[in-house]
DNA sequence: ACAAATTTTTAGAATCGCCTAAAAATAATC
DNA sequence: GATTATTTTTAGGCGATTCTAAAAATTTGT
């Protein structure tokens, strides 16, 4: 497979993951910052080596060799980011241009080999979860922000948007993965909400509020 | 640059540093295991972007930048290869095929940073000397087993062939590097050699004898 | 120095991945 | 349900990289 049908499949898997049903030919355009031309172009190849199913004007999905490929990158993509924060003491708004360059890399012991020396991990630096060797994973539990009442509290577990800005932005307010965060108030105007985060407190915007994934704390 | 530009900036490094003068493009053909009409092809494009010295028939060498560009490419190549045997227990007739994917990856931090997670290494697993980051890089001091006189002494450094079957081979005579090997005798007829490693004696052909580096001992 | 052998380049074509512009199919609106 | 609007595909083309076959330049051998 090439650099360019592996970047295919992720999109569609990313795609499929949010959602439902068949993923259209503008979407996959849009993700990718190409042309629906060459998209059309990519999901014939890619169907004639049946990593997708494709009828013209009816959109597509993963089969399942397409599904189980796109799990791989993925794999591969998350357990590099992590190596990058863990052995080499990148920040997390570093490492996804990297990966991306990564997840390219072909080989299966080369893989494996990495999983163990970073013990396993089960989650990338972003809280996103990293697929088994055999594509096998489970989201884990939680929930936006945005979508927590006013008393909710919980840990910070990961992050819907991963680009270097926003990540950067979590940073400069002492927002990490693990830290507690609890919801103060919200504004009805604008939804945006007062929270408090370890000893400090900060107004957020819903746009950052709905980026934000929270583990609720249990509510006895 | 693209994967192949590297390569062929790669291809014409190494064949310069062996066989004095101009590079012919039969060689890199028969080197990169291609056409010499593709290699022509990409001897003008390179051209164009002033990475090598090229005229119609008069074969080709590296500009600055072009030399510059392929011991970048050299350094990123054995790094990783340091980096496959140390931290991640692969063998020394493994790493080349992957860190040639990985020699790809365009990240001056990471490099850097792979550099210091190692030590800043001087030599690959081969013994081959590892370029510094601004393109410096001493050969070391040895010389061909087959050079050797009967009754000298060496330590092993490296090997000429790096290929997996000849590396094999020296694994399962227990000839490694940092290994003391002695040459016992020389066989006129076909000049194999009678020579000890460490503790066991071994018969090796020219062949064999011819792609073994060895640090000779100071001759008191 | 001339003919033959070898090396190198050109010409022309294929594949991949992308583009623009135009056509075709589908979806939305009145 | 006919007309728009949108989405999707096709047609044709371009750059990169490779190939085969043929032509041109260089080297070798007598
Ligand atoms: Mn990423
Ligand atoms: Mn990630
Ligand atoms: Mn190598
Ligand atoms: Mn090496």
Same mark, same amino acid.
């Given at each position: 497979?090439?650099?360019?049908?592996?970047?295919?499949?992720?999109?569609?898997?990313?795609?499929?993951?949010?959602?439902?049903?068949?993923?259209?030919?503008?979407?996959?355009a849009?993700?990718?910052?190409?042309?629906?031309?060459?998209?059309?172009d990519?999901?014939? &190849?890619? #169907?004639?080596?049946?990593?997708?199913?494709?009828? *013209?004007?009816?959109? +597509?999905? !993963?089969? =399942?060799?397409? &599904?189980? #490929?796109?799990?791989?990158?993925?794999?591969?993509? *998350?357990?590099?980011? +992590?190596? !990058?924060? =863990?052995?080499?003491?990148?920040?997390?708004?570093?490492?996804?241009?990297?990966?991306?360059?990564?997840?390219?890399?072909?080989? =299966?012991?080369?893989?494996?080999?990495?999983?163990?020396?970073?013990?396993?991990?089960?989650?990338d630096p972003?809280?996103?979860?990293?697929?088994?060797k055999?594509?096998?994973?489970?989201?884990?539990?939680?929930?936006?922000?945005?979508?927590?009442?006013?008393?909710?509290?919980?840990?910070?577990?990961?992050?819907?948007?991963?680009?270097?800005?926003?990540?950067?932005?979590?940073?400069?307010?002492?927002?990490?993965?693990?830290?507690?965060?609890?919801?103060?108030?919200?504004?009805?105007?604008?939804?945006?909400?007062?929270?408090?985060?370890?000893?400090?407190?900060?107004?957020?915007?819903?746009?950052?509020?709905?980026?934000?994934?929270?583990?609720?704390?249990?509510?006895?």
């Amino acid at each position: 497979m090439t650099h360019s049908e592996e970047n295919y499949l992720k999109a569609i898997f990313h795609l499929s993951r949010q959602g439902t049903g068949t993923i259209s030919t503008n979407a996959i355009a849009e993700q990718m910052d190409t042309k629906p031309s060459s998209v059309t172009d990519m999901l014939k &190849r890619l #169907s004639d080596k049946d990593l997708v199913n494709y009828k *013209r004007y009816q959109g +597509v999905s !993963l089969t =399942e060799t397409g &599904r189980y #490929s796109a799990l791989a990158i993925i794999r591969k993509h *998350r357990l590099w980011e +992590v190596f !990058l924060v =863990e052995k080499l003491d990148f920040t997390w708004d570093e490492v996804h241009e990297i990966a991306e360059q990564l997840e390219h890399i072909n080989s =299966e012991k080369l893989i494996d080999r990495l999983d163990a020396l970073l013990g396993h991990p089960k989650f990338d630096p972003h809280g996103d979860p990293i697929p088994g060797k055999n594509g096998e994973f489970k989201e884990r539990d939680k929930e936006l922000l945005s979508k927590m009442p006013v008393g909710g509290k919980g840990v910070c577990v990961g992050v819907k948007d991963s680009s270097a800005t926003f990540l950067k932005f979590l940073d400069k307010n002492q927002i990490a993965l693990g830290q507690e965060i609890e919801v103060l108030d919200k504004e009805e105007f604008d939804n945006s909400m007062h929270i408090r985060i370890g000893e400090e407190q900060l107004l957020v915007s819903h746009q950052i509020a709905s980026n934000l994934y929270l583990k609720p704390s249990e509510e006895s």
